[in-house]
């Protein structure tokens, strides 16, 4: 089964082509292009959403060209159809849909059983924009279009593994999510397959989000998580102690949430009485303030990780989003499993997807295909954007 995936529901542009021998379950990697924006938000410290949603509709055309060029699915051909298929769909970006009608009347239609793309959550305007792409090419090309949530995208990136082709994961159930992004720090619990419980959730920002605002406290760039990790790496490294300690807000409340935003006041006061005393904060305090921020941001993450792998008797945790990444993070969960002698699996996706990439919506699109198929789902007669989608129990 061939499958063409879109994400666009931030500040990433990504499309990917992919072929699952479904005998074997193994996943090809045809092409996966993602175009980032990154650069572009940095000067306002996050993303700025009427940005993104022009960088999408400027970048999604020419990037199906070079994933089709890439796989070998590009072939020359003129062709002709009725552009009102295109322009009629509401709310369509007017130059992507002519740039999509030029480009779709001069090549032969590509080998695609399946058009996946994300339908939330994110940024509604971004979202739309992948959204009336796919719609625009599933009916010109007849290709039926399977929506997918991009929370379950992050969750069935753990199969990637950095080759190009590599086994789907077999996941055993009930297991635990951990999601950890810029959008989201969420705990779910999976009962079944299609089934999903938010079990825990941040009450105010997301931990991505307190990187990257922590980040710009101290002048390092945007995206902030990468960033801050380098240099508290060092600081652990040379085992430099921290001149600010910061709180770890609800490790001890007895449910599964989570609360990042006091930390971030903390840093800024801190900041703040060490730039009013001595006029600057020096590199090496920039260093350690980073090391105990993400000390403190990593100990009420592992401590409510395995709250919920007691309280729910769970042996396999899938750990994803761009915080994923974090080496810091994923070592403290690691060790606490030697330590704690847990029986418990952790997997963490190849670096190359725990930020936002299509890659990961044709893999979570394939197993809803699958679903569809032999009718354990529905496939929604129209697609629509929703900027808060959720992951629940009802996404049968
Ligand atoms: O999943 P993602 O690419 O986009 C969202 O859906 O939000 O996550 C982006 C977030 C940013 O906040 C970025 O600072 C954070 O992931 N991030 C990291 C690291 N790499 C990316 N945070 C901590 N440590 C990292 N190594
Ligand atoms: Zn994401």
Same mark, same amino acid.
């Given at each position: 089964? %061939?499958? /063409?995936?879109?994400?666009? &529901? ?14 074997? =379950? ?28 022009? =960088? ?10 070079? *994933? ?66 796919? #719609? ?20 069935? &990136?753990?199969?990637?593994?950095? !080759? ?44 991505? =989000?307190?990187?990257? %605002? ?15 990790? %380098? ?35 903390? *840093? ?18 920039? #260093?350690?303030?980073? #090391?105990?921020? =993400? ?19 769970? !042996? ?6 761009? *915080? ?64 808060? /989608? ?7």
């Amino acid at each position: 089964m %061939k499958i /063409l995936s879109i994400e666009s &529901s931030c500040d990433d542009t990504s499309i990917a082509y992919i072929h699952v021998d479904e005998a074997t =379950e193994t996943a090809t990697i045809l092409s996966h292009i993602t175009s980032s924006q990154a650069d572009l938000h940095t000067q306002y410290g996050g993303v700025f959403p009427m940005i993104a949603k022009r =960088e999408h509709a400027k970048n999604i055309v020419p990037i199906f060209k070079q *994933v089709l060029i890439e796989s070998g699915a590009y072939t020359e051909k003129t062709v002709s159809f009725d552009e009102s298929i295109i322009t009629s769909i509401p709310m369509i970006d007017t130059g992507m849909a002519q740039e999509l009608c030029d480009f779709l009347k001069t090549i032969d239609k590509a080998e695609i059983d399946y058009i996946c793309v994300t339908h939330g959550p994110g940024l509604e305007m971004s979202l739309w924009v992948g959204v009336n792409f796919a #719609m625009a090419l599933s009916r010109v090309w007849d290709i039926p279009l399977v929506p997918v949530n991009h929370m379950e995208g992050h969750i069935y &990136s753990i199969s990637v593994n950095g !080759e190009k082709s590599f086994p789907l994961h077999t996941f055993t159930y009930p297991y635990l999510s951990l999601l950890i992004s810029g959008g989201h720090t969420q705990l779910v619990l999976a009962p079944n397959k299609n089934e999903y419980k938010i079990i825990g959730n941040t009450k105010d920002d997301a931990v991505g =989000e307190a990187f990257d %605002k922590v980040a710009r406290m101290i002048d390092l760039p945007y995206p902030g998580g990468p960033a801050i990790s %380098k240099i508290a790496r060092i600081a652990r490294e040379k085992g430099m102690t921290s001149w600010v300690t910061l709180p770890r807000p609800m490790i001890h409340t007895g449910d599964l949430d989570f609360s990042f935003s006091g930390i971030k006041t903390a *840093v800024l006061y801190a900041v703040e009485k060490k730039v009013k005393e001595s006029g600057t904060i020096t590199e090496d305090e920039k #260093m350690t303030l980073a #090391m105990e921020f =993400e000390n403190a941001v990593t100990d009420v993450i592992v401590k409510k990780l395995f709250k919920a792998v007691d309280e729910y008797h769970i !042996e396999e945790i899938a750990v994803a989003g761009g *915080v994923a990444a974090n080496n810091y993070i994923q070592e403290q969960i690691k060790n606490h499993i030697t330590k704690e002698g847990y029986g418990v699996r952790v997997y963490f996706p190849d670096r190359s997807v725990t930020g936002d990439n299509a890659l990961m919506i044709a893999l979570a699109g394939y197993k809803n295909i699958k679903e569809i198929l032999s009718g354990n789902k529905k496939n929604p007669s129209t697609i629509k954007a929703n900027g808060s /989608l959720r992951l629940s129990l009802g996404d049968k």
